[in-house]
């Protein structure tokens, strides 16, 4: 990780929040749930389940974009895409309270993920292959 420039690592540091940001909101439903508050009883588990699934994969992309493997970039801009679509929803929802930070992460993970040194980084994990010898050579 100490390879990785600045703005990957703080790339990494949202993607991580965000993960922390859905774990917390599959311990709320799962509380809810448990509390008899949910519409179904098995839709309240499955939400729950989902969203601890989600945030270990959070985890993990957060953890290979820490690592500036190449394979992370991909995911990690799709999860600023999905924040930032769901935090327009929350505002325009007047619940500015999980939408606004939402946003604000979305932007900032955009930023960090696409400037120069990061999109070098995650590149360089990438070693192009061997290809055959030709002939004579």
């Known amino acids: 990780m ?20 859905v774990l917390g909101a599959a311990v709320l439903a799962g ?11 098995s839709s309240g ?5 989902i969203g601890v699934a989600a945030a270990g994969a959070l985890a993990f992309v ?9 394979w992370s970039r991909t995911p990690a801009l799709l999860t600023q895409l999905f924040v930032g679509i769901v935090g327009i929803y ?8 999980w939408g606004v930070p939402s946003v604000v992460l979305a932007v900032a993970g955009f930023i960090a993920l696409l400037t120069p040194a990061s999109l070098r980084a995650l590149m ?14």
């Open 62 to 70: 957060a953890a290979g974009l820490a690592r500036a493997r190449r």
């Open 124 to 137: 360089a994990d990438q070693q192009p292959e061997p290809g055959p010898k030709p002939p004579g050579g």
């Open 45 to 49: 588990i499955a939400i729950t389940v």
């Open 2 to 21: 100490g390879h990785s420039p600045p703005a990957l690592r703080t790339a990494a540091g949202i993607e991580a929040a965000e993960s922390a940001v």
């Open 31 to 41: 509380v809810a749930t448990a509390a008899g508050r949910s519409y179904q009883l």
């Open 90 to 97: 929350l505002l325009q929802g007047q619940r500015f309270d």
